[in-house]
């Protein structure tokens, strides 16, 4: 059975929840009907026409591209034009469009943080605009036959996650007393009589985003007619995300071992660097893509070299004034390395949902510069 774009949007905001793209993105499902059913997916760094060819060769019924399509407001739809002939070539072949951009870099698990892991980079924090995610903790008192149903209903709707482990809760037995009062139809005990049973005290974290929808599908797997439960705001932030990532290597390397590693790790063809190929690097600053724009924050953070795309000629020679190192290894060649990642989180997913849905990496290249 095929499957609604409505719960691939689902997953895929999951992994990267819209509401962590910056002021000025455009994020989120951008052409078609949410509600058809499809039964291939593939995912792509930037849709191009030879992507659309791609997709219209293999059935794809969603195209999953982390460079937004739509970005600025559109005027028209013309044929003559590049965007709009993309855009109409996707509604001609029935092919929906989803884009995390901004969203899919500074979340925990997203562009930065693949980029990171592939060059072994620890303990790393955001290089800037940090979001702390407020957490809330819901308690609630379930009675044992119902232990299982209410977990699963308060998972699905978001509640559970730290880090990259789901259905995180806590239980406790204990004894729940109540009396049903008059007018009250009670799951358990007669009106009128003190009712002792026992119960589980349940505990889980939610993020503030999904606290109105854990609370409510708690509420309807629940069997009692009144349900005790208690929502606490944490103080601990669980999750920080945010643009680029600041980390530490185990060892020091050299500048020009360092730019081994990328063009080895990276796959890239050249790689350009600032400073002195022999300086020991250990502290590191990086951001997938267009990062050109926080070489000052690299600084501020103490880093001894900033790992970025389409660095322009004014930023080097500041890097090369201040002392800091700067690798450019390729805006496409930093942001590509999160599409076999996004495929594999998003299959895992869709095992986990049992959906019928083939998730494909687009084979097209979509590189506009040669090397000579
Ligand atoms: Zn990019």
């Avoid at 691939?8 to 929840?17: F, L, N, R």
């Avoid at 999904?210 to 669980?238: C, F, G, R, T």
């Avoid at 920080?240 to 063009?263: A, D, Y």
Wanted: proline share 5%.
């Amino acid at each position: 059975m095929p499957e609604r774009i409505k719960n691939i949007v689902q997953m895929m905001e999951e992994i990267a929840p819209p509401y962590l793209a910056e002021e000025w993105d455009n994020v989120g499902f951008q052409i078609g009907d949410i509600n058809q059913l499809i039964d291939k997916a593939m995912i792509c760094l930037e849709v191009t026409d030879a992507v659309i060819d791609e997709a219209i060769a293999k059935g794809v019924g969603l195209i999953i591209s982390h460079h937004p399509l739509i970005f600025r407001p559109i005027r028209n739809i013309r044929m003559q034009d590049p965007t709009g002939k993309m855009i109409f070539r996707l509604i001609q072949h029935r092919i929906g469009l989803y884009c995390a951009h901004t969203n899919l870099d500074s979340v925990l698990g997203g562009v930065n943080d693949v980029l990171a892991t592939i060059l072994e980079i620890k303990d790393t924090i955001p290089l800037n605009n940090t979001r702390f995610e407020k957490y809330f903790k819901l308690i609630v008192f379930v009675p044992h036959s119902h232990v299982e149903g209410v977990r699963d209903a308060m998972c699905r709707a978001g509640g559970g996650h730290i880090g990259n482990y789901s259905h995180c809760t806590f239980q406790t037995e204990g004894i729940g007393t109540f009396k049903p009062l008059e007018g009250t139809n009670p799951f358990i005990g007669k009106q009128g009589v003190i009712e002792k049973t026992p119960e589980v005290r349940m505990e889980i974290i939610v993020p503030k985003e999904k606290l109105d929808a854990v609370v409510q599908e708690m509420i309807q797997a629940h069997p009692y007619e009144e349900v005790a439960y208690d929502v606490i705001p944490l103080d601990n932030a669980v999750n920080r995300h945010g643009l680029g990532r600041v980390g530490k290597f185990k060892k020091p390397l050299s500048l020009f071992q360092l730019c081994q590693k990328l063009k080895e790790k990276l796959g890239t063809a050249s790689i350009k660097f600032v400073g002195d190929p022999d300086k020991q690097v250990q502290k590191v600053g990086l951001c997938g893509g267009s990062g050109g724009e926080f070489i000052q924050e690299a600084l501020n953070c103490g880093c001894d070299c900033y790992i970025t795309g389409d660095i322009k000629y004014h930023d080097a020679q500041y890097a090369l004034h201040t002392g800091i190192a700067l690798i450019d290894a390729g805006h496409l060649e930093t942001e590509q390395i999160i599409c076999a990642d996004l495929a594999r989180r998003l299959e895992e997913a869709v095992q986990a949902h049992r959906y019928d849905l083939q998730i494909l990496l687009s084979q097209t290249n979509i590189n506009p510069f040669q090397v000579l």
